[in-house]
């Protein structure tokens, strides 16, 4: 069985860093490409960072560009998200997120992780 496991979530003040880990389980996931999205209350899920299998490319969205970073460890078959500076209007629910190519849009996404809470204080 395939599963993404996050890790990392919590509580932080406005202008904080957090670390988020996403380990594959299961089967590998060389070849696939990795990333992360995220889904505020009310709103759609939206798309943060990824990060290709191979080489150095990587996307991330304008709205976090600068402040987060996302990094794999492909020996380890996980995925990181660094996340400085951050916001309130980053708080969400994250999603660690496997697909075959580049994933910038959920419906993209071939596997899902279950999910890490980031809650930003004012």
């Known amino acids: 069985q395939v599963q993404l496991v996050e890790s990392g979530g919590g509580l932080v003040q406005a202008g904080g860093s957090l670390r988020l880990s996403c380990a594959a389980v299961?089967?590998?996931?060389?070849?696939?490409?990795m990333g992360w999205f995220r889904q505020a209350p009310g709103k759609e899920r939206e798309f943060v960072a990824a990060?290709?299998?191979?080489?150095?490319?990587?996307y991330t969205a304008n709205s976090v560009k600068g402040r987060f970073t996302i990094s794999r460890d492909n020996a380890k078959n996980t995925v990181y998200l660094q996340m400085n500076s951050l916001k309130p209007e980053d708080t969400a629910v994250y999603y660690c997120?496997?697909?075959?190519?580049?994933?910038?849009?959920?419906?993209?996404?071939?596997?899902w992780g279950q999910g890490t809470q980031v809650t930003v204080s004012s």
């Open positions: 997120a496997s697909s075959l190519g580049v994933a910038t849009s959920a419906p993209q996404v071939n596997y």
């Open positions: 299961g089967r590998t996931f060389e070849g696939y490409a």
């Open positions: 990060i290709a299998w191979s080489g150095p490319s990587t």
